[in-house]
């Protein structure tokens, strides 16, 4: 009965001495993941396929060591998140590395606060155009490109720069972060991207109805102001194209403002109607303004005596185009030049036209009022830009943020349309009359551009990742039923070649590791501690002869037989 008593002892004592090893290999194992250097919102690389071609970033989890620009010569990255300051980009480095597939863990691309929604505006202006370029020439590459690992942008900060000083460091001595040497680690615990079913684009429109004569049965005849809302860019989360094409939107908001102000009383109310389209799927060959357009019934597309496209008006100095399908010298055309040229001339405005005929064959179009014209509808596109755009380009990239818009721009840009609009409407074409003139009741409000030249400028507008519902859509739906009637919202699928993927931003945990080596000795020291103390224990306590009856291995037991 007292062997059985002694035997349990000894058995639960080597029971608790097993857990308590146990237990420090769990601690140990732990100190790689519990000191954490910073904690940072990071946003990842668009993920998206054109025609069953696959672009942008394909990964989005990450789980892998930090590394600077500085790394050894033949160092293996292909288990190393590249830290890469847009300050010190080498976009030839960045190009060599995605075309020519080299192994790379993952891009993390780190841009200075100018691009930030809330600040940027203290920079030199050199070195802000300087930085845009640099993050334009970049944003291409990203985004025409199959990349096969996690890209993420981030905004610098304190502890992300401390990380990058250390990094530096130890890239420099030729001890770059590796399970053996340790270093930095980071890490994004995210589900892979799945595709985004059915997105959806919403137009909005809203109407002002002109005043017909006595006895007027036939319909009156009605101009178009439209502007596209959504933009694209490298980062879904950090798109929000201030000036492609918020400056667009501001400005249509504004104009109808004004024009509700006249047509508010019958005794200024013209004899046009206005239509006011706030469009989506802008960048994805105008999808959203074709399906808009095909939603018109015969009469209104037939009533429609011209559209004016506006688009990107927010950071030019002194000249703006007009770009129209038909050829210059068509009667309709020439109208709407000269009523825009002579209320450019009063405002010292330079105004020039761009004629570009579209390929019927061709599907792809180039401006919003291509668009109109395929339907046969006469239109112009009003822009600070002189050439056709290439797809997907000049959409509100990471580089269109409020720092490089101007409302004052803006604000000169919407007296020019308003004037030129308001002069067609009442007949004053050739006559210096100032219907929105400043100090008047009708002048341009330039605090009204700026709230919402801000407000656009902090809010992301990628349709894909934009509900029927979104906030933002339904404050602009609320602001043009503000000024207009019959406001009503059309909600369609985006069709097209495009496919997207979701998981725009996430959360990257940095972690200090230490080396394998250092937890291995610091495991050794720790159980030879625990070891020494136990034996101690067991020595003071039962004597030496027990503590060596647990190390020494018991007799077989014999079998009797019959």
């Not at 803006?410 to 004037?419: D, M």
């Amino acid at each position: 009965m007292a062997l059985s008593k002694n035997s349990g002892g000894h058995r639960g004592m080597q029971e608790s001495m097993y857990s308590v090893i146990a237990l420090v290999f769990i601690l140990v194992a732990c100190v790689e993941l519990c000191d954490a250097a910073a904690a940072i919102d990071v946003y990842r690389l668009i993920q998206y396929d054109m025609s069953g071609s696959a672009y942008g970033s394909r990964f989005a989890a990450l789980n892998h060591h930090a590394a600077s620009l500085h790394f050894p010569p033949g160092a293996d990255l292909s288990r190393a998140v590249l830290i890469i300051p847009l300050r010190e980009l080498n976009i030839t480095f960045v190009r060599e590395y995605i075309n020519q597939k080299k192994p790379l863990g993952g891009l993390l691309f780190l841009l200075p606060d100018i691009f930030s929604f809330e600040n940027g505006g203290t920079k030199q202006v050199h070195e802000k155009e300087q930085l845009k370029n640099q993050m334009a020439e970049l944003e291409q590459l990203l985004i025409h490109a199959n990349i096969p690992y996690p890209v993420y942008f981030a905004f610098e900060n304190d502890e992300i720069d401390t990380a990058l000083a250390d990094i530096k460091k130890n890239d420099v001595i030729g001890q770059p972060a590796t399970a053996t040497t340790g270093g930095y680690k980071l890490v994004i615990p995210t589900p892979e991207p799945k595709k985004v079913a059915s997105p959806t684009i919403t137009n909005i429109q809203g109407w002002l109805s002109g005043l017909k004569a006595d006895g007027d049965t036939n319909q009156l005849p009605t101009i178009a102001i439209v502007a596209s809302y959504d933009t694209f860019g490298a980062a879904p989360a950090l798109s929000v194209g201030s000036d492609s094409n918020g400056s667009g939107v501001v400005a249509l908001l504004e104009i109808a403002r004004l024009f509700s102000l006249l047509y508010s009383n019958p005794k200024t109310r013209g004899r046009y109607n206005l239509l006011f389209g706030l469009t989506s799927g802008g960048p994805y060959n105008y999808n959203g303004t074709q399906k808009w357009l095909r939603s018109f019934d015969q009469r209104l597309r037939e009533s429609i005596d011209y559209a004016i496209c506006l688009n990107s008006i927010g950071s030019w100095d002194n000249e703006l185009w007009i770009h129209v399908s038909k050829p210059p010298e068509n009667a309709y055309i020439k109208q709407i030049f000269e009523g825009f040229s002579n209320v450019a001339e009063e405002l010292d405005i330079k105004v020039g036209l761009k004629h570009k005929k579209i390929n019927i064959s061709n599907p792809r179009v180039a401006w919003e009022h291509e668009q109109f014209s395929r339907l046969r509808v006469t239109a112009a596109t009003l822009s600070e830009i002189s050439t056709a755009p290439e797809l997907l380009r000049g959409t509100g990239g990471l580089f269109d943020g409020r720092q490089f818009v101007n409302e004052a721009a803006i604000t000169r840009g919407v007296k020019l349309v308003a004037e030129s609009l308001a002069r067609h409407i009442y007949g004053h074409q050739g006559k210096n009359v100032q219907i929105f003139a400043d100090g008047s009741s009708l002048a341009v409000n330039p605090a009204y551009i700026q709230s919402w030249l801000d407000l656009l400028s902090q809010t992301p507008r990628v349709a894909p990742f934009l509900s029927k519902n979104d906030p933002f859509v339904m404050a602009l739906k609320k602001e043009l039923a503000d000024h207009t009637n019959e406001v009503n919202m059309q909600h369609e699928v985006l069709e097209g070649a495009f496919t997207f993927y979701d998981s725009t931003s996430a959360r990257l945990n940095i972690y200090q590791v230490a080396s394998v080596t250092f937890d291995l000795l610091l495991l050794l020291v720790l159980g030879s501690y625990l070891i020494v103390l136990f034996s101690f224990l067991v020595i003071t306590t039962r004597g030496l002869d027990d503590l060596i009856s647990l190390f020494r291995r018991p007799p077989s037991r014999k079998v009797k037989t019959a």
